[in-house]
T-cell receptor, first 109, second 119 residues
Framework: GEDVEQSLFLSVREGDSSVINCTYT??????LYWYKQEPGAGLQLLTY?????DMKQDQRLTVLLNKKDKHLSLRIADTQTGDSAIYFCAEEEGGKLIFGQGTELSVKP | GAVVSQHPSWVICKSGTSVKIECRSLDFQATTMFWYRQFPKQSLMLMAT?????????EQGVEKDKFLINHASLTLSTLTVTSAHPEDSSFYIC???????????????FGPGTRLTVL
């Protein structure tokens, strides 16, 4: 079955780059997504990548996709304290989203 | 654009009562909405897929008689937790799917969530 895995925690200093990693199992996923969740709130779509792309950049965000290894990463450049949140990667399966456990990013001043 | 609201944002109820949660797409029409449940420090668990004008499709292990879903219009889906018990206490999040526009994929946009506490 589908399974999406992420490391649970990441701590960085303000101004550094953050890299959040994700592995997935369903090679037929057409799109892969990154969502951000702040405490007590819903999920905010950050970015997505089409499965035939290797990289996508959107301002401070860079998504890398290694389809062979089924590995997805999200790089946040110049991380700010406002980036502190839980980040979920998700793969799409038949219109449904399968989420990872979420990575809690802590940004220290 | 693509804003989804939920109401109420939080609710406390007594055991045995029913609670209705509304999910609205404010600036787009959504033929498909989804209901998720999230426990503290955990991922989102898909409960059901709600299609406008038809019965919801429930995920395995989700009791359809306990979690009633109605998708009466293209902008509104409701989740009713019937005869709620303390173990139903959770964070319930809905999402609405925005169909293909300008090569953007079918993307889910999420509501802010509803915190349900059953005493």
């Amino acid at each position: 079955g589908e399974d999406v895995e992420q490391s649970l925690f990441l701590s960085v200093r303000e101004g550094d780059s953050s890299v959040i990693n994700c592995t997935y199992t369903d090679s037929s996923s057409t799109y892969l997504y990154w969502y951000k969740q702040e405490p007590g709130a819903g999920l905010q779509l950050l970015t997505y990548i089409f499965s035939n792309m290797d990289m996508k950049q959107d301002q401070r965000l860079t998504v890398l996709l290694n389809k062979k290894d089924k590995h997805l990463s999200l790089r946040i450049a110049d991380t700010q304290t406002g980036d502190s949140a839980i980040y979920f990667c998700a793969e799409e399966e038949g219109g449904k989203l399968i989420f990872g456990q979420g990575t809690e990013l802590s940004v220290k001043p | 654009g693509a804003v989804v609201s939920q109401h109420p944002s939080w609710v406390i109820c007594k055991s045995g009562t029913s609670v209705k949660i509304e999910c609205r797409s404010l600036d787009f029409q959504a033929t498909t909405m989804f209901w998720y449940r999230q426990f503290p420090k955990q991922s989102l668990m898909l409960m059901a897929t709600s299609n406008e004008g038809s019965k919801a499709t429930y995920e395995q292990g989700v009791e359809k008689d306990k979690f009633l879903i109605n998708h009466a219009s293209l902008t509104l889906s409701t989740l009713t937790v019937t005869s709620a018990h303390p173990e139903d206490s959770s964070f319930y999040i809905c999402s609405a799917m925005l169909g293909w526009t300008d090569s953007v994929p079918n993307t889910q946009y999420f509501g802010p969530g509803t915190r349900l506490t059953v005493l």
